[in-house]
């Protein structure tokens, strides 16, 4: 339910527009479900009218990747790749798969081993830009069997998403100190990213990175002059009603996300995500 919340009847149809736009559900005036829409409401509830229009306003470049999109997106990709013929993959006859892991990771579980237990479908195995070509799916347990590999063959590091750049990067050096491959030998494969994290890479190693879909930040790359400066502003205003910590001001690493996929990353604005003091779920879940 939605009555008596503090949005005004313009902002309360712009969200209604916004979620059709979306494709979201908006649930029946009389449901008693606990529904996106409802988060989405109560959230802006605890805004000033001009943060609930900056809210709404930047929604509207919201993605939403599900789990059941995961396999499709990432077929998606590897059609881009086989008809671009990237040197990395021509060149290549063998290839060992392992989810992106960073060290401080190792053991927990991971939205990466999600994406490297759906590569091992048969539609990918048998994708055109594999033809020919021989895939060594290593867990954690296995990433010893990377050590010693030859000049033919190459490591792909998987993830569903790929923010500041920073876990891919730790992986990146932990892999190469630990076995002894040289991030020249890898290649970083997601469905999403930060445009900003893939710069990151490219600056701090020679692995070559791919993804589906390239974000670019919600508010420094869309807005401009003194409208951004403005929005920067309005945006750390709601994160301080918020409590939100330093460390995730405008999404980790000020990576300004929009994102959410199995899970919510951190790198998207906390406004979308933080569980308030009630323990009142967030519109996008992350905990």
Known sequence: MVENLRISASNFMKLVETFK?????IPESDSENESRFNRFCKRLSILESEEQELIIDLTKNYMVINA?????????????LYKDGPEVFTKTTKFYVLPLIAPQDVKKTKSSQCMWYNFQDEHIKL?????????????????????GIKENEKVILLDDYIGSGETAISAINWLSEQFGVHSNKMIVMSIAAQSLGLKQIAEKSDAEVFTYFERNRGISDTYEGD???????????????????????LGYNKSEALISLIRTPNNTFPVFWKVNKKKEYAPFLRD
Do not use: A
Not at 21 to 25: F, T
Not at 127 to 147: A, E, R
């Open 68 to 80: 059941n999109e995961y396999l499709t997106h990432t077929l998606s990709l590897l059609n881009r």
């Open 227 to 249: 409208i951004c400066d403005k929005n920067i502003n309005t945006m750390l205003k709601i994160e301080s009603k918020l409590k939100v910590e330093k460390e995730f001001e």
């Open 21 to 25: 736009q979306n494709g979201w559900e």
């Open 127 to 147: 994708n055109p830009i594999f033809k020919g070509k021989k895939l060594i799916y290593c867990d954690q347990t296995k990433f010893s069997w990377i050590q």
